[in-house]
C-alpha cells in the first residue's frame, strides 16, 4: 500500500467518524446502555473466560523489557515469627510492549502533531497525558463481544509472521461461524500468535508479526464497533504500508477514534465458542485508574 493510498484512507476514515469538539471517548460512544442492556443476553452457561495471558516477567526475543515483580515481605524470620505478618510485593512493567496483554487509550498515538480529534500532542507531556488518558475509561467497557477466528477460516493453526487478514477474511469468517459484528460490539480478531509462539518459541515480534491489512479497518468503521482487540498487535510486521510503522494503530486510534487490546489470548475462549457454536458473548473490560496514563494492563473476560 503507498503512502498516497494510506493518507486517503486515513482522511476517508476520519470523515466517517462523527464526533463532538469535546469528544475523548471515541468509538466507545457506539457502545449505548441500551446495547449494554442487549449484551446481557448473550449469556447462556455463566462459564467466565479470561482474554489475557499471564504477565510475563522474564526476558526474551519479543519482551526484552519484562515486567519486574519485587518481594518488599515478609522479611526474613517473619513467615514463622508469632503474631501478624503480611505479605507485600511491588510491581512495575512496560505497558506497550510485544508480550503481555495491554489495552491503548486514545492518547497512544501522535500523527501529524495530532491525537484522536484534533487534540495537540504536547497535551502528552514527560509528566503523563492530559487528555484521553486510560483514566477515560474507568467506567469499564461492558457489552457484546465477537471472536472471529482467523486461523480456523483459513484451515491452519496460526498465521505465520508477516501475513494480513483482510476485510474479506473478517466477512467470511462470520459466515462461517454464524455471527454478524453489529453496532458497540467489542471485536476481537484471533491470529494465533499465542499457540504459535507456545509451539515455536518466542520470536522478535516488532519485526515479524501477523496483522490487520490497513484497508481492513474499514469493516470496522461501516460495523462501527466500539474496541478492538487480538492476540497479536493488530498491525502487521513489516507494515503494509512502505515507510511507515503501525497504520492500523493510526487509523483505528488517532482517525477513529477506536481503542485497542493488544496481545490478549484466546485459546480458552476458542474452544468454548467451538463447543458451544456460539461466537458472541457478553464481554467486560476493566483497565487499571491510572489517570496521565497512554494505556493499562487489562484483563478482559468473556461470559458466555
Known amino acids: 500500500m503507498t503512502v498516497a493510498a494510506f493518507r486517503a484512507l486515513y482522511e ?8 463532538a469538539p469535546d469528544d475523548r471517548r471515541g468509538a466507545l460512544g457506539h457502545l449505548t446502555p441500551e446495547r ?3 449484551a446481557a443476553a448473550e449469556i447462556r452457561s455463566g462459564l467466565t473466560v479470561s482474554l489475557s495471558a499471564a504477565i510475563e516477567t522474564l526476558p526474551g526475543p519479543d519482551n526484552p523489557e519484562p515486567a519486574h515483580h519485587t518481594m518488599l515481605a515478609p522479611l526474613a524470620g517473619e513467615s514463622t515469627a508469632e503474631g501478624l505478618h503480611f505479605a507485600r510485593d511491588r510491581f512495575a512493567m512496560n505497558v506497550h510492549g510485544d508480550a503481555d496483554s495491554h489495552l491503548d487509550a486514545l492518547c497512544h498515538v501522535i500523527f501529524d502533531g495530532e491525537l484522536y480529534n484534533g ?3 504536547g497535551s502528552v507531556t514527560p509528566g503523563g497525558a492530559r487528555a484521553l488518558a486510560v483514566e477515560d475509561f474507568r467506567d469499564g467497557v461492558v457489552g457484546r463481544g465477537v471472536l ?16 494480513h487478514v483482510s476485510a474479506g477474511d473478517l466477512t467470511a469468517a462470520e459466515d462461517a461461524q454464524g455471527v454478524h459484528v453489529g453496532p458497540g460490539d467489542v471485536l476481537f480478531v484471533r491470529v494465533g500468535h499465542r499457540p504459535r509462539r507456545q509451539e515455536r518459541g518466542a520470536w522478535d515480534a516488532a519485526r515479524a508479526r501477523a496483522g490487520l491489512h490497513p484497508t481492513a479497518v474499514r469493516f470496522l468503521a461501516e460495523r462501527r464497533v466500539s474496541m ?3 492476540d497479536g498487535n493488530n498491525d502487521t510486521a513489516p507494515s503494509a504500508v512502505a515507510g511507515m510503522d503501525f497504520p492500523v494503530h493510526v487509523l483505528a486510534i488517532q482517525a477513529m477514534g477506536l481503542p485497542l ?7 480458552e475462549l476458542t474452544r468454548a465458542c467451538a463447543r458451544t457454536g456460539r461466537w458472541s458473548f457478553l464481554c467486560a473490560v476493566a483497565p487499571l485508574r491510572l489517570p496521565a496514563a497512554t494505556g493499562s494492563p487489562v484483563n478482559p473476560i468473556a461470559v458466555l
Open 261 to 267: 487490546m493488544d496481545y490478549l489470548q484466546f485459546e
Open 12 to 19: 476517508e476514515l476520519r470523515e466517517r467518524s462523527p464526533r
Open 148 to 163: 472471529l477466528d482467523v486461523p480456523r477460516l483459513r484451515g491452519v493453526p496460526w498465521l505465520e509472521p508477516g501475513e
Open 119 to 121: 487534540v495537540p500532542a
Open 36 to 38: 449494554v442492556v442487549a
Open 228 to 230: 478492538l482487540g487480538s
